[in-house]
């Protein structure tokens, strides 16, 4: 019969929260691997995420905007199970698998300037685990909570160890009155074990004492970006975002990169895993 596998990351099952020290890497790589040199490889461990600024240049920008615009204001989309709505308006707020969907953001998430030192810090090669586009219209769009998005994959979808990086491209501005996403810097080497039921009784939700001690520890930075700059951000970094408040939308796209040495397995949860969309089991490499 088939034994328990070992688990170093419990979480939701317990009567308290805990922390946990990280048992895996942050970078897998070395800097002969690929583009990020050792000090920007070491910053990367260090922080738990990197920036590339002006990595897309403007008429790429453009044209990826011009494609979410497409997407977010095309009717038919509203009924795809990818596409998340707001239910105040009807608009559509993010769009999963969005590579799946658009030719244009398939040619992103297989663009060299993200895989090559995705694998790079992986040490591996990759697929694509997860894809979205994010979409906060002016006046629109509420917050997003602090999150470990490691917590989630671990528990939801079975991804085993912390290998996995999320790298966000901004489509537009990014700064703190329009809810530019927070991390907390170095949190990524602390595993947050959720309990069952968190703040509002979300699943896998960081309790308030849990998120000040984290803070109080590390501060929080806000990642401000101009269109084209792009945020590597680990797998098990504290993040969130604020609503945004002003009268400019606010997008990006999100592609999380898994090493193929770290495919999905059976959900550490217990629940069935989610839909493809929202985690895929195709483990073919990107790009290749």
Not at 246 to 258: D, E, I, K, L, M
Request: glycine content about 10%; overall charge negative; charged content about 25%.
């Amino acid at each position: 019969m088939d034994l328990p596998t070992l688990d170093d990351y419990p979480t939701r099952k317990g009567t308290e929260a805990a922390l946990l020290y990280r048992r895996d890497p942050t970078v897998w790589g070395t800097a002969e691997d690929g583009p990020l040199t050792d000090e920007r490889l070491q910053e990367h461990d260090r922080r738990g995420y990197t920036r590339f600024a002006s990595l897309l240049g403007e008429d790429e920008v453009a044209g990826h905007l011009d494609e979410a615009d497409r997407l977010v204001g095309d009717p038919g989309l509203r009924d795809d199970e990818r596409a998340v709505v707001d239910p105040s308006d009807g608009g559509v707020r993010s769009v999963f698998e969005v590579h799946r969907v658009s030719e244009a953001f398939e040619a992103l998430v297989n663009d060299p300037r993200l895989l090559e030192p995705a694998r790079q810090i992986l040490g591996s090669e990759v697929y694509v685990h997860q894809s979205r586009l994010d979409h906060r219209p002016g006046f629109g769009g509420g917050p997003l909570y602090w999150r470990s998005d490691f917590e989630t994959w671990h528990a939801e979808d079975g991804m085993p160890r912390m290998r996995a990086v999320g790298f966000s491209v901004a489509l537009t501005d990014h700064h703190p009155h329009n809810g530019a996403p927070l991390v907390m810097p170095g949190s990524h080497r602390t595993y947050v074990s959720c309990l069952e039921e968190g703040d509002g009784g979300r699943a896998g939700t960081p309790d308030r004492a849990t998120l000040t001690i984290l803070a109080d520890r590390h501060g929080i930075d806000a990642l401000q970006a101009t269109p084209g700059d792009v945020t590597a951000l680990d797998a098990n970094c504290m993040y969130a975002a604020g609503a945004n408040i002003t009268p400019w939308a606010r997008s990006s796209v999100f592609v999380v990169y898994n090493s193929v040495e770290n495919a999905c397995e059976k959900p550490f949860g217990g629940e069935d895993p989610r839909p493809g969309f929202l985690a895929s089991r195709d483990f073919t490499p990107a790009g290749r």
